[in-house]
């Protein structure tokens, strides 16, 4: 990702540091034996010099006239198991404030003793904030609104009578982060920011860390002369201090979760919340193998958090700023090697065969299928296969497993043993999630409710804290605007049913009626669509393995009259030499027309082709979907009807463009707007159920002898069905047809040995 503009991050942030984010999680508390077990791991994984230390700070308590957050403990956990496991802090060097412990003395005091004192030159120190931010009048006027971000404390409570009062606040001021970290004597400096200050309150199910602030605010008597004493110790004029901020940051490298005039957001995780940007940061940096410099993993972490908000109706693209010196120009996150190997998962307990495990390296949007007992394998330093661990429960992020066998002369695996997933377990009940709108009058939304009810697979649900795929409401004035907000053309009529994304401010296209219709109407007219859009979860989110999969084979997006590329994606793992961790990667190139989220936008009729490039030794069948916005999948490959099995056959070190010319027709960008998404499907078996039925929705669309993609509507839930049947029976399966690993009737099995899924996103404009 390219560096913001200097002056941006400044205003974004009211002073070099400004506002401070991260996130939050209630962290279990261990016992003297379980504080002793991390001890000893910390010292076998840290590193004698330099020392690392790191205060993380999260609140989810707030009371009074301040909102709750969920999931801002929960990033102190992931990002303490992420320093431990990955980078080899020692646990007793990690100091966390929850909560309670959160007061605003309490984060300065923390920071002196801790940090400050402790810190000599080349160690390395990390702050993680993650709660509330805001804004106070700032006594210097840096920034043109005369405002200064702030960090708020659990003792930060707004004036009583707020916002029709002003008054004093004890927040912790930008101006402040900044002098803290100037008197670091360490430049190897990382301040994550997973909080805001672009307003308050809830969007849909969504939770935003921020509390309005502004004129009528001002800082703190306490705090102003906290910065007099630091300005005294440093040695530094008030004019100097100004001119320092205005320069550049203090040290280091700040990471802000989303920019100055977006939410950073709670988010819900099935059983559990977190900050989307504080989710994605760490388990990107579980799945990294090998070290790269800060810009680069934040332009992969910025795609992954914009992505993940935008389905959910949210604009989040998170920013950094560094101010390094030259020999750490390319310095890592953290300023720290980290293991090499990509990992889903670490063991963390072992007593007998039952092992403990944290899952910070799974993705997101697929922990359904990490539920029903799937596998994961046990790998020693050098990527060598030490055993296999199957998953029993899992708990949020924690999970409890059975350690099934063990290869190699010992017969245990230790904590700290990384774990990489071998085989997924898709539920085959899974269902969609769709929240009534709170907005609806008790009677409509009761009406609602038993509609979705009778459909299969369909759970309606409250709007509240839990996870929803979609909500069901009705146009509203106010809906309206906020939706028209986000440039969106065309929009429902005021009145009218249909389908909203989580967060309310973004609505699925042509799922809205007309004004007239009643609720019991819109719930039957959307069957169709509910269907779809059921099929399109499981497929992009339940088969999607790019990290995973083992399989090795590249895939691209380009322009059909040059061949300049949109877009690349390729099996992370199938690239490495799993012993000496070296990569294969494809070269970096420039990218098409690619937004600042790094998802390449195209205009309605560009003319695309792809390219897929079997780079394994035996032969590879593939399939390329292409899901809409608005939930619509079609088929792009294969498309000659006549041959189905063979039509998929990419043999070993071949490449295919798909179309080339003489297959007689394009590949252009349809007209729905918003992101869509290019899946291709890469299995060691042919997928026949599937291919079956393809051929059977391709002769009723008049296409039995021709070339040509095709389009699937109401039959897109059962192809579905086909396509993992087909994928399980070839991870039941061995060559000669016999099981090679246990999983329950209920579930379907995904092997990361023989299936790559991934996935290409782009943005449909006008």
């Known amino acids: 990702m390219s560096h913001i503009k200097r002056r941006q991050f400044l205003q974004f942030s009211g002073s070099a540091l400004a506002t401070l984010g991260i996130s939050q999680w209630d962290i279990m508390q261990q016992g003297d034996s379980e504080a002793l077990r991390r001890n000893r791991m910390g010292q076998v994984l840290a ?15 707030y009371s009074g006239n301040i909102s709750p957050l969920y999931g801002c403990v929960n990033d102190v956990l992931m990002q303490k198991e992420l320093l431990t496991y990955r980078f080899g802090f020692n646990p007793q060097d990690i100091l966390t404030l929850t909560d309670q412990q959160a007061t605003r003395q309490s984060i300065l005091t923390a920071f002196e003793e801790h940090l400050i004192k402790q810190a000599k030159p080349g160690d390395v120190v990390v702050f993680h904030f993650s709660g509330h931010g805001s804004r106070v009048q700032d006594p210097d006027g840096d920034s043109p609104d005369g405002l200064n971000s702030t960090l ?59 509390i309005d602030g502004g004129n009528l605010l001002q800082p703190h008597k306490g705090e102003l002369d906290y910065q007099r004493q630091w300005l005294g110790k440093l040695g530094m004029s008030p004019q100097d201090f100004i ?24 988010f819900p995780f099935g059983d559990f919340s977190a900050g989307a940007f504080s989710y994605l940061f760490t388990q990107y940096l579980w799945q990294r193998a090998g070290n790269e410099p800060v810009s680069r993993a934040m332009l992969s972490i910025r795609q992954s958090t914009n992505s993940l908000a935008w389905e959910k109706g949210i604009i989040q693209s998170p920013e950094f700023e560094s101010n390094l010196s030259p020999e750490n120009a390319k310095a890592p996150i953290y300023f720290t090697p980290k293991q090499s190997l990509s990992a889903e998962a670490v063991i963390t307990k072992v007593k007998g065969n039952e092992v403990e495990l944290w899952l910070g390296g799974l993705d997101a949007a697929k922990l359904a299928a990490f539920t029903n007992n799937p596998y994961f394998i046990a790998l020693d330093s050098k990527g060598g296969q030490r055993g296999l661990v199957k998953l029993d429960s899992r708990q949020g992020l924690v999970g409890k497993g059975t350690l099934q066998r063990t290869t190699g002369s010992r017969g245990i695996l230790e ?61 509203t004035k106010s809906k309206y605007q906020e939706v028209q907000k986000n440039r969106r053309t065309n929009l429902p009529e005021v009145g009218s049913f249909g389908l909203f994304l989580p967060s309310l401010d973004q609505i699925i296209p042509n799922s809205f009626g007309e004004v007239q219709e009643t609720v019991i109407q819109a719930v039957e007219r959307l069957q169709p669509k509910l269907r779809s859009l059921l099929a399109t979860r499981i497929v992009k989110q339940m088969l999607g393995n790019t990290n995973s999969s083992r399989i090795n084979i590249t895939a691209s997006m380009n322009l059909a009259n040059n061949q300049k590329l949109i877009s690349e994606t390729f099996t992370t793992r199938g690239a490495v030499k799993q012993v000496t961790g070296e990569t294969n990667q494809p070269v970096a190139v420039s990218l098409v027309n690619s937004a600042d ?92 159920t599937s291919l079956q039925a393809l051929e059977k929705i391709a002769e009723t669309r008049g296409l039995r002898n021709k070339r040509s993609p095709v389009p699937v509507t109401d039959e897109i839930l059962g192809l579905t069905n086909d396509l993992l049947n087909d994928l399980d029976a070839n991870t039941r399966s061995s060559n000669n047809g016999q099981s090679i690993l246990p999983l329950p009737a209920n579930v379907r099995g995904i092997d990361t040995e023989r299936l790559a899924a991934m996935a290409i996103a782009f943005e449909v404009v006008n």
């Open 47 to 61: 590193q004698n010099t330099p020392r690392k230390l790191a205060l993380l700070v999260g609140i989810n308590e």
């Open 152 to 210: 708020v404390p659990i003792d930060g409570d707004l004036p009583l009578g707020y916002p029709e009062i002003g008054g004093t606040v004890q927040h912790i001021m930008g101006h402040t982060l900044f002098l803290l970290v100037s008197a670091l004597q360490t430049e190897n400096v990382t301040v994550v920011l997973d909080s805001c200050h672009s307003g308050g309150g809830t969007r849909g199910i969504f939770r935003v860390r921020s």
């Open 243 to 266: 001119k320092k901020r205005q320069e550049n940051i203090a040290k280091g490298v700040a990471i802000a979760s989303a920019r100055r005039e977006q939410f950073a957001v709670d």
């Open 415 to 475: 904590p700290g043993t990384i774990l990489q997933e071998r085989i997924r377990s898709i539920p085959s009940d899974l269902t969609l999630k769709i929240g009534i709108d709170n907005s609806l009058d008790q009677n409509t939304a009761q009406q609602a409710k038993q509609a979705l009810q009778r459909i299969q697979r369909i759970e309606p649900k409250s709007v509240g804290r839990d996870e929803l795929q979609y909500i069901f409401g009705q146009m």
């Open 597 to 688: 989220s790094g998802i390449p936008k195209l205009s309605v009729g560009t003319e695309i082709t792809f390219q897929v490039e079997n780079q394994e030794s035996r032969p590879l069948y593939v399939t390329i979907l292409v899901i809409n916005a608005a939930g619509d999948m079609s088929v792009i490959f294969p498309f000659d009807w006549s041959a189905v099995e063979g039509a998929t056959l990419i043999q070993p070190s071949q490449k295919r463009i798909i179309p080339q010319a003489q297959d007689g027709f394009k590949l252009t960008i349809g007209g729905t707007l918003g992101i869509s998404e290019a899946l291709i499907i890469a299995s060691t078996a042919p997928l026949r």
